[in-house]
C-alpha cells in the first residue's frame, strides 16, 4: 500500500484528524514518517491500529485500557488472561451502567406517570426534581 496522508487515514479509518494528532501526542499512534512536503504518511498498519483504537473506544474503554491491549497485540505469542481481565473489568462497569440508567428509567417512569397535567406548582416531575428524597430508587 501507498503511504497515505492523514485526511485519507481519517477517511479510511473513521477517526477523525485532530484525534488522530491526539493519538499521536500520547503515544496511542506512533508518529508516521513525513513526506518530503513534511506532511504525514501513513501506512496499513497505521490504519489497522487506528481502527483498533476506534473500535476499543466505541465499545467504552479508556485510554490506558487501550494502551495496555495495545501492548498486548504488538505481542501476540503471549497469554491472553491480560486482555480477558481488562475486557472482563469493562463489562463490569457495563453492567453497573445498566442498573444505574435501568433506576433511572424506573424513576423518570414514575415522574411522567405521576403528573397530573396540571400546574406546575402540583408537578410530580418538579417536585421531584426539587428533593432527591422522593425518589424511590436512589442508585441512580
Not at 15 to 27: A, F, L
Amino acid at each position: 500500500m501507498k503511504k497515505i496522508t492523514i485526511g485519507e487515514a481519517a477517511r479510511k479509518s473513521g477517526v477523525k484528524v485532530p484525534t488522530i494528532r491526539y493519538y499521536e501526542g500520547i503515544g496511542l499512534l506512533a508518529a508516521p514518517s513525513r513526506s518530503e512536503g513534511n506532511q504525514r504518511a501513513y501506512e496499513q498498519t497505521d490504519l489497522d491500529r487506528l481502527t483498533f483504537i476506534r473500535h476499543a473506544r466505541e465499545l467504552g474503554f479508556e485510554i490506558d485500557a487501550i494502551r495496555a491491549l495495545l501492548t498486548l497485540q504488538d505481542d501476540p505469542h503471549q497469554s491472553c488472561a491480560s486482555a480477558d481481565a481488562i475486557a472482563k473489568a469493562r463489562l463490569v462497569e457495563v453492567e453497573q451502567r445498566i442498573r444505574s440508567l435501568t433506576a433511572l428509567k424506573a424513576e423518570l417512569e414514575m415522574m411522567v406517570e405521576g403528573c397530573g397535567h396540571g400546574r406546575v406548582d402540583q408537578c410530580r416531575v418538579i417536585e421531584v426534581l426539587a428533593d432527591h428524597g422522593q425518589c424511590a430508587h436512589h442508585g441512580h
